[in-house]
């Protein structure tokens, strides 16, 4: 059995993990991030590696990391919400541990982690995938393998224009997706709908203390789960405005698997129910045609580190 370690950075946490050829992750571990601090990250890394690799062998370890990755899966081009830049993580920490090192974007290994023992294991072909946390991020195979694009910085399909001279995007575009269907637009509209309905939205403000400012992503989740409509019809937009990328992609790529990821995911037929409505209506021309069936993630936290290993198998 061979054992490798994936590694999946955040801006907050540093999570790892020994994985086997199964997919299981046989050991945790984890730091926080000390992510305004380019060398202390590195170390950090590098302490979790080695402690993972103690009295174990281990044949070579996957870094996912939130950030543009160079095409030879060696550099950190830049991280948002880390201090890389022009980073070269994979040689800094292969030295530091003499271990073989790989280095992927965090949607990446998450939807490798997924097409490989999640939601799409079934699939032997083709899959896309969307994460929908605090922004959108994703992943693509095609022809059973990652598509990484000529520079490496391909499927940033949070960044697919879908309202023009829409919402400002943090990427400095007009109306990214990221801006209608991830978990801040979830709080956008649900704070616009209880400003101007307050009537509606009794128990998401109880929750908020009373204040349409103080509404977070769980406290809407909370408030649908409870049939609080505010909160139920902000699930809606969002399904509405994810269920058209993603039909975007099936008329595209016509992948196997579609698959719907990352912290919202949580919320369940609240997002998911509406997110296939608005796929099905969107590709209503198809219906006599064959189409990739949408299914939630299925690994959760623990995808970053799986699929990280699983890549770095494959060195």
């Not at 990250?41 to 996912?64: F, H, N, P, S, Y």
């Not at 909160?231 to 196997?256: C, H, K, N």
């Not at 021309?285 to 699929?307: C, D, F, H, K």
């Amino acid at each position: 059995m061979t054992l490798t370690i994936g590694v999946d950075v955040g801006g907050t946490k540093v999570a790892g993990g020994v994985v086997d050829d199964t997919g299981t992750v046989l050991v945790h571990a984890r730091r926080d991030t000390p992510a305004d601090d380019v060398a202390k990250t590195r170390d950090v890394i590098t302490e979790l590696v080695t402690e993972l690799a103690t009295g174990r062998t281990i044949a070579a370890v996957g870094i996912g990391a939130a950030g543009w990755i160079d095409a030879s899966r060696s550099t950190v081009l830049f991280a948002p919400n880390l201090a890389w830049r022009d980073e070269p993580l994979r040689e800094y920490v292969s030295n530091a541990t003499g271990l073989p090192v790989i280095v992927e974007n965090d949607g990446n290994v998450a939807a490798w982690a997924e097409f490989r023992y999640g939601a799409a294991r079934h699939a032997d072909d083709s899959m896309v995938m969307f994460t929908i946390g605090t922004g959108v991020g994703g992943g693509i195979v095609l022809g059973g393998e990652l598509v990484r694009g000529a520079h490496g910085i391909a499927a940033e399909l949070g960044h697919m224009l879908t309202v023009p001279d829409g919402h400002q995007c943090g990427c400095g575009r007009l109306g990214c997706i990221e801006q209608y269907a991830s978990g801040s637009a979830l709080v956008r509209f649900a704070r616009a709908a209880a400003r101007q309905e307050p009537h509606r939205a009794t128990a998401l403000l109880e929750l908020a203390g009373g204040e349409a400012e103080g509404i977070t992503g769980p406290m809407v989740t909370a408030a649908a789960k409870g049939g609080d409509p505010v909160s139920t019809e902000a699930f809606a937009q969002v399904g509405r405005w994810l269920g058209t990328s993603l039909a975007d992609m099936a008329q595209i790529l016509d992948p196997q698997v579609l698959v719907v990821g990352g912290g919202v995911i949580d919320a369940g037929d609240l997002l998911l129910g509406p997110t296939r409505r608005s796929f099905t209506d969107a590709l209503a021309q198809r219906s006599r045609l064959p189409v990739a069936e949408v299914r939630p993630a299925e690994l959760g936290n623990t995808a970053g580190v799986i699929g990280a290993a699983d890549l770095a198998r494959r060195i």
